[in-house]
């Protein structure tokens, strides 16, 4: 079995790492991941500059491909280029962090295998908790536990241009946890906190994303959404389509007349001219929003 390996955290995460020795029982696992750090990328893809690709060794011994690009990058190179055929299945991971709810719509880590699922091939994204980088995450258990529900979901009958994603909270994988995955679907409530204003050294103003509770849930009382069940503990499986189509809505839209009245003509083009200039200065105050000057 040919196996495409690749994330979102780059290709020296160690969570990558314990992945890969968990899918070489498997088969031939050929690693594609990004050079650097490429979490909350989304969908993006390299095509306004030459995609580099480099080999990365560890250990003195051939790792795998450095792209310098995104995950979506390394699925689409890693599938034409690189894996040496066309990939049995595609896996993503292991995040450092939880993939879930509103979470898949900027996650690298699934991005990268929506585009494996649109071309066919069984996909699996897998994210765990945060855990600390050098130690004290268990990501070789939850490797190892990722690889076996991946091979259990390999022989179930595929379906074209979907995927799994694949939460394991840390409770899983400790002593006393449980390690029966569940199906559930993505919980859409918003979890996001808001924007904590800050400054730099010389008193600029930036801004970070804080508050995301989604990464640390508390356990709920009931579990029907991904994000209730890694907050009691459960590993959480989500199967994702490609295909974004709202099918009731279009078939709705049939009967919609949404064309232009009878009065309707274009006002001309625009006249022709040079594009105006805005420049932006730095917001001084709370209260100030961004300026902008013709």
Excluded at 69 to 74: E, S
Aim: aromatic content about 8%.
């Amino acid at each position: 079995m040919r196996i495409l390996l690749t994330n979102d955290d780059g290709i020296l995460s160690p969570a990558l790492a314990a992945m890969a020795g968990a899918l070489q029982p498997m088969g031939e696992v050929c690693i594609a991941a990004p050079a650097t750090e490429q979490s909350g990328v989304g969908q993006g893809i390299t095509f306004l500059s030459p995609l580099t690709v480099k080999k990365a060794f560890r250990h003195g011994r051939f790792w795998g491909y450095a792209v310098e690009g995104t995950p979506v990058d390394c699925v689409k190179i890693g599938i034409d280029e690189l894996a040496g055929g066309r990939p049995d299945l595609v896996v993503s991971g292991i995040n450092n962090g939880l993939n879930v709810g509103i979470n898949v719509l900027y996650s690298g880590t699934v991005a990268a295998v929506q585009e494996s699922a649109w071309q066919g091939i069984p996909s699996f994204a897998v994210s765990t908790q945060f855990g600390e980088l050098r130690s004290g995450a268990p990501f070789g258990r939850v490797a190892q536990l990722a690889s076996a529900i991946i091979q259990r979901l390999c022989a179930q009958p595929y379906r074209s241009g979907t995927l799994y994603n694949i939460n394991i909270p840390f409770a899983a994988v400790s002593e006393g946890g449980d390690s029966t995955p569940i199906a559930v679907p993505l919980d859409m409530t918003p979890h996001w906190g808001s924007y904590e204003k800050r400054y730099d050294p010389i008193n600029r103003p930036y801004f970070w994303l804080s508050d995301r509770p989604s990464q640390n849930p508390s356990a709920p009382s009931g579990i029907t959404t991904d994000y209730e069940a890694v907050g009691a503990g459960k590993i959480a499986i989500t199967p994702l389509s490609v295909d974004m189509t709202c099918r009731p809505l279009l078939d709705q839209m049939s009967g919609w007349d949404l064309a232009p009245g009878a009065g309707f003509r274009f006002s001309g083009d625009e006249e022709p001219g040079h594009p105006d200039f805005h420049v932006i200065r730095w917001i001084d105050k709370p209260s100030d929003g961004l300026h902008t000057h013709r």
